[in-house]
């Protein structure tokens, strides 16, 4: 029967340990992107869609532009 010595087992248990580690702080990258997604949502609590985002720029850019033209 084989018996690994014990500087082999030590560096199985530190690769081990360091791809566990890798996992966890990828699995907090992908849960921490969730939640500032979740964050970044329309005050109503819906996320905010696409159609919304660029209906408040066109609406936000002519009040710019009207602004403009009155000071004018």
Do not use: C, D, F
Request: hydrophobic share 35%; net charge positive.
């Amino acid at each position: 029967m084989y018996l690994p010595n014990t500087a082999q087992v030590l560096i199985n248990a530190q690769e081990r340990q360091m791809t566990l580690t890798r996992e966890a702080q990828r699995y907090r990258q992908i849960q921490q992107a969730g939640q500032r997604q979740s964050q970044s949502k329309h005050p109503s609590g819906r996320p905010e869609t696409m159609r919304v985002a660029w209906h408040r720029l066109l609406v936000g850019g002519t009040l710019i532009a009207g602004v403009l033209l009155s000071l004018q």
